[in-house]
């Protein structure tokens, strides 16, 4: 009786102790994992942030119908940051201090996350996959911060290797936004140039909301680029290329991922056909050669009412990840844990045929690698494979 009364005290011991751990650990109870995401919930932006919630929500709702991890539910706490950096500190701010979430999943927008981040790191939350880019989302590298893809930057010095090295484009020119994002396009095609010993001839900077572009497009074409570099997004991709095509310029023009959009490939009246784009991440269509992607289409479709757009694979992708995470985290689901569960995943290969992705104590970016794909019958058609600088 002594002995049995021993071994029961010490296992109401051992589980005292991991519920007293679990309590320390904000976020994690016994039950639930709460993590949190500032996007567009509303605003011209939500075509990003609200199929992104959703592709993040029918990863973590096929987790929970399964159970759960190690008996613990997901929740994703959601605010609406409506692309201002107002807006996105106050939501940062609840989800920090009053929801007490485990961690950041998915946030959108650069200046958004930097305006975020301060209170968010010194609370000790990490920031999981923003919806951004930028390279300030990982750099300074800290133990928090994790991205999944390439940056913008990587983007286009990888383009710019690809085509001065296999197209032989040897006068390439940049036309860029005259804002963080433009600027970090215009010095990666710099520094790709400077280190394969070359220069760009030509470039125009311009707002994101301009509109005329025939000055820009005249200057280029007479510097007589033969490739052109984008720091664009959405209408000051479709608007330049088509001047360019009116003019009957017929340059390559490559954008990052930025451009990379249903929207882009399927602008009215085919004009952007032959446009391309470097990304880190490939667009599903329901036709699909692979049956997985089919599958997880009509899923989506399914459970949505509607067909998914980019940035719904991109969550489901993040939330994948974080899911592998958690996995590899154990019962025992504490910061340092978890951490170590991103560290675990090597050579990690998304539903959609994107880069390998592999974290490690001093890798906080999942993969610098892109490939090239191009406007076809409005449509994206990949046209190249996965590389680097």
Known sequence: MTRSFLLTGAAAAALAMTAAANAETRGVTADEIVFGTHTALSGPVAVWGVPSVEGMKMRFDAVNDAGGINGRMIRLQVEDNEYQVPKAVQAGNKLINRDGIFAMLGALGTPMNNAVLPRQISAGIPNLFPFSSARQMY?????????????????????????????????????????????????????????????????????????????????????????????????????????????????????????????????????????????????????????????????????????????????????????????????????????????????????????????????RQGSDESFLSQVQNGRWVRIGENIGY
Request: hydrophobic share 35%.
């Open 139 to 363: 750099l300074p590298t800290h133990d928090l911060k994790f991205v999944a893809g390439s940056t913008y930057y990587d983007q286009i010095r990888a383009a710019y290797k690809l085509f001065a090295e296999i197209r032989g484009k040897t006068k390439p020119c940049v036309m860029h936004q005259d804002t963080d994002f433009g600027r970090e396009i215009e010095e990666g095609a710099a520094d790709q140039a400077a280190a394969m010993g070359q220069s760009i001839v030509a470039e125009t900077a311009h707002k994101p909301t301009d509109k005329d572009f025939t000055a820009a497009v005249t200057k280029l074409r007479q510097a007589e680029c033969d490739v052109v570099y984008m720091g664009t997004i959405v209408s000051d991709t479709i608007i330049p290329y088509v001047t360019a095509r009116k003019m009957g310029w017929n340059v390559d023009f490559v954008g990052s991922v930025s451009t990379y959009t249903s929207y882009t490939a399927g602008a009215k009246g085919g004009v952007t056909e032959g446009y391309m784009s470097m990304t880190s991440f490939q667009i599903a269509y329901e036709d699909a050669e692979d049956p997985a992607v089919r599958e997880w289409f009509k899923t989506y479709s399914d459970k949505y009412g509607k067909n998914p757009d980019f940035p719904a694979q991109i969550g489901y992708v993040y939330a994948d990840l974080t899911v592998k995470a958690l996995e590899n985290a154990g019962t025992d689901l504490t910061l340092d844990s978890f951490i170590d569960g991103f560290n675990q995943i090597k050579e990690y290969h998304d539903l959609f045929g994107g880069p390998a992705i592999s974290f490690a104590p001093d890798k």
